[in-house]
């Protein structure tokens, strides 16, 4: 199997180059160089590289910034994954589109499946919603996997600026009413190459087992980065609610997603968010530590 990961430089898509499946060649083709809205330039890559499938992992996700700048997320969001699958169909490759928890308005208090009502609730969750859309009206057999609060030890995610504001301030405030589960790329990657080995089409929802408030989330990253010394000195979490910490964009409440489908079709489970969050801040203080 030969695939081309696009948006090859952000954390996800690194994960899913460094993490190859063992019967595969992977190509990753960062933003720098393609324009994946470019309907010439992608069926010319595509042409060229002549993949048996795509794993699209670009994406607009500033999500604020994106209340301000819509055409952008669009573009990338939207009209790109649409692209893309076009494309795709013209060469026979397979698409796998990555989602976002984003889509759904987070107002129930159980695990959203596949077929739960979407009801996005910014520019950035109804651009990714419509970049859904579009792969599936262009290629119905194409797999869309939807994850939520990705983290790795490299790039820009919530673990890192926690550890970042922690080292700085001592202190942080983190809403404690929004809910999900936090994902780590690498078990992402894993999971997304698995799903194509297997198969699946459709929509998938993938993200680590349990669940967190962005409060339980920043406490575990103190916690765990105070074991390992990557904090320097003691910080602490104080928990606010939603409305003390406005944001251009609304975020849903609850967008814990149902994992079910996937796990089946993969035939495991995901691990605890816990175990993941505790290896990768390992992996930070190795790199810490190496370059001392």
């Not at 992608?42 to 060229?48: E, F, I, P, T, Y």
């Not at 995610?157 to 700085?168: D, G, H, I, P, V």
């Amino acid at each position: 199997m030969k695939a081309v990961v696009t948006g090859a430089g952000g954390q996800l898509g690194q994960a899913l180059v460094a993490h190859p499946p063992a019967d595969g060649e992977v190509v990753g083709v960062p933003r720098a160089s393609l324009d994946i809205a470019d309907p010439v330039a992608v069926a010319d890559m595509l042409r060229r590289l002549r993949p048996d499938v795509v794993v699209n992992a670009a994406a607009y996700t500033a999500v604020d910034r994106a209340e301000t700048e819509p055409e952008a997320a669009r573009r990338v969001n939207a009209e790109a994954p649409g692209v893309l699958a076009s494309a795709c169909c013209g060469v026979g490759a397979r698409l796998v589109h990555v989602s976002t928890d984003f889509v759904f308005d987070g107002g129930g208090g159980a695990p959203l499946t596949p077929e739960s009502p979407t009801e996005p609730l910014s520019v950035y969750g109804a651009t990714k919603l419509e970049g859904e859309r579009r792969v599936q009206d262009a290629m119905p057999d194409a797999l869309v996997v939807r994850t939520a609060w990705v983290c790795s030890a490299h790039g820009r995610n919530f673990m890192n600026t926690m550890l970042r504001l922690m080292r700085e301030r001592g202190e942080v405030r983190v809403v404690c009413d929004q809910f999900g589960t936090p994902t780590f790329a690498g078990d992402l990657a894993q999971a997304i190459w698995g799903l194509v080995g297997a198969g699946a089409s459709g929509i998938r929802h993938w993200t680590q087992s349990g669940a967190a408030s962005w409060y339980d989330f920043a406490e575990a990253i103190r916690r765990e980065g105070q074991n390992r010394d990557l904090l320097g000195t003691e910080a602490r979490v104080v928990p606010i609610s939603t409305e003390e910490f406005p944001t251009p964009a609304r975020r849903p409440r609850f967008s814990v997603l149902d994992c079910s489908l996937a796990y089946t079709t993969l035939g495991a489970t995901a691990r605890h968010w816990q175990d993941a969050l505790a290896e990768t801040l390992a992996e930070v203080a190795r790199v810490e530590q190496q370059n001392a």
